[in-house]
């Protein structure tokens, strides 16, 4: 296919350099500012070298990149919160257009998942967004593969900052301030955490999986999600829970009525209990009962998987 890709952050960086190894020319790229279009298929190399040297992809507008001559949009900008902008308007270009569009970008589905649906609907287009739950695990693949109607509930850990800071925290017996600064110096967290430790990017992410599962019987945005953080967990309470063979983790749930995250008690060397960045998801089924999925949760290359695996459907 080919494939238009907005955003030139790591995730939109590693769709670029992968593409080819999966059959795909990448036929416009755009960053913020600039734009790259070769409707026969970009020299993928050639793009990144002049992004990491010049800090720009090209010399055409952003907008170059919607109208050329693509089968796919791949967005991923960076997630945005209210009106999920400018990513939800990238996206109605692509289905205006009837082409196919694959998010990385978790604003639309999160914030405007009703809009999106709509947009869909009066399209010959198709949207997929895999990337926008766990990175590299297959989480709405596996639901869509065993039928929205049989998954009752999903449940697991989605940010592996907020785990990493608890894993070391509860290993080490650290404060919060002292794991998050050396979460910072390893790169595991932004120099802004917040998206993470107050829980905003696994409840968008639960927010996805709530809007999933209800099957448009219903639609949720990030302000219906219950929400707490892990800023205010002590050393002392995770001993405790120690003492008792259990930990704290920061879990998301969503259900068909709703989503939300908050510190919660697991057992020790339960599935839940995961250490680093990792992220796990446990899916509640009908028939199957529980299921477990693992792995990186973020990365650029984790993700760029991810959304290449949903090209890939596209194809099918």
Do not use: W
């Not at 250490?275 to 650029?300: F, H, K, P």
């Amino acid at each position: 296919m080919k494939l238009a890709v907005m955003g030139a952050g790591a995730v939109g960086r590693s769709v670029v350099a992968l593409a080819g190894e999966h059959g795909h020319d990448v036929v416009a790229v755009a960053d913020s500012q600039t734009a790259v279009v070769d409707d026969e298929g970009l020299d993928a190399q050639a793009v990144l070298e002049r992004k990491s040297a010049r800090g720009r992809v090209g010399e055409l507008d952003p907008e170059a990149a919607l109208d050329a001559e693509y089968d796919a949009l791949v967005e991923a900008t960076p997630t945005t919160l209210d009106d999920a902008e400018p990513g939800f308007s990238h996206v109605a270009r692509a289905l205006e257009r009837d082409r196919d569009v694959v998010l990385a970008n978790k604003g639309p589905v999160a914030e405007r998942y009703a809009d999106v649906a709509a947009l869909e609907a009066e399209s010959a287009g198709r949207v997929r967004f895999e990337a926008t739950v766990a990175g590299a695990i297959p989480v709405l693949g596996t639901i869509e593969d065993y039928g929205r109607s049989q998954v009752t509930a999903a449940k697991g850990i989605f940010n592996g900052t907020a785990n990493f800071v608890l894993s070391r925290m509860a290993a080490e017996g650290l404060s919060y301030e002292h794991v998050l600064a050396e979460a910072q110096d390893l790169g595991v967290a932004e120099a802004d955490p917040t998206f993470d430790v107050d829980g905003t990017d696994a409840a968008l992410k639960c927010v996805i999986l709530a809007n999933v599962l209800a099957d448009g019987d219903a639609t949720y945005t990030l302000e219906d999600a219950d929400v707490e953080g892990i800023r205010s967990i002590p050393p002392s309470a995770l001993d405790l829970a120690a003492e008792d063979g259990r930990t704290v983790r920061l879990v998301g749930e969503a259900t068909a009525e709703g989503a939300r995250v908050g510190p919660r008690l697991v057992p020790e060397g339960g599935p839940l209990a995961v250490t680093g960045t990792q992220n796990v998801v446990q899916l509640d089924t009908e028939s199957a009962g529980a299921l477990e999925l693992g792995g990186r949760g973020a990365g650029g290359d984790e993700t760029a998987s991810a959304v290449l695996a949903d090209v890939r459907r596209l194809e099918d």
